[in-house]
């Protein structure tokens, strides 16, 4: 019998893998006008790296980000607190660490640099949101966003001027906390991935009630892959 070869079918095979969560580094400065921050352990090429500082009390100031990162928003509340976030997408070219400067008014600065795999290289950023306001009660909330694509990274940054413990919203993964008395910041990090999209809007909670100004930041990161859809490969049979 000849052979019969090249009899190509079409099978779908997904194209895409899960968002997960790497590794976190943390820092906490005072008014020395610089930082060095260390990528996260496990940092692989094609990961996004998600930083926010936060400043208390006093404004942001004007930040100098190192080569290749790119703002998300930045916001500064009055002389009480401000934040700054950013994103980049990794390369190889950047090194074992980062180096932030500012200049502004002095005050506590409390910083976060997040890696997570599996992001869209090109938008990593799907949606974000910036929720700033006092409650005067155990609630942290968010401003909502509304996904448009499945498979989505939900990221919530909760923070507050002074010490207060914050737990994460229910079903999130918590990464990251801060308590720093005085002056200074206590904050929560964490993440949930959000298989159908949806608007979401997840609330932190403090063990005692919050008086103080609220910053807390809620990002959708974007699946690589268009969060789920099936790519056609071809997959050679060959009969004899």
């Not at 509340?77 to 008014?105: I, K, M, P, Q």
Request: a neutral charge; glycine letters at 12%; proline letters at 5%.
């Amino acid at each position: 019998m000849r052979c019969l070869l090249a009899l190509l079918l079409i099978l779908p095979s997904l194209a895409w893998s899960a968002i997960t969560f790497r590794s976190y580094t943390a820092k906490n400065a005072d008014t020395n006008g610089s930082v060095v921050m260390t990528k996260p352990a496990g940092t692989a090429v094609g990961d996004v790296l998600i930083f926010q500082m936060v400043s208390v009390p006093g404004a942001i100031g004007t930040i100098s980000p190192p080569t290749g990162w790119t703002l998300i928003d930045a916001q500064t509340y009055g002389s009480g607190e401000g934040s700054a976030d950013y994103y980049r997408v990794v390369d190889g070219s950047e090194g074992s660490t980062f180096t932030w400067t500012w200049t502004g008014v002095d005050g506590r600065r409390v910083m976060i640099l997040a890696a997570f795999s599996g992001v869209d290289n090109t938008t990593p950023i799907h949606k974000h949101s910036l929720y700033y306001g006092t409650t005067s009660n155990t609630s942290m909330p968010t401003t909502s966003i509304t996904p448009t694509v499945n498979n989505t990274m939900i990221v919530g940054m909760f923070g507050t001027q002074f010490a207060y413990v914050i737990t994460a919203p229910s079903g999130m993964t918590n990464i990251y906390n801060s308590i720093d008395g005085g002056n200074g910041y206590s904050g929560e990090m964490s993440y949930l991935l959000q298989g159908t999209a949806a608007a979401t809007s997840p609330t932190a909670t403090s063990a005692t009630a919050i008086s103080n100004n609220q910053t807390n930041l809620l990002i959708a990161l974007n699946p690589a892959g268009g969060g789920g859809g099936a790519t056609p490969v071809r997959h050679k049979v060959v009969s004899w």
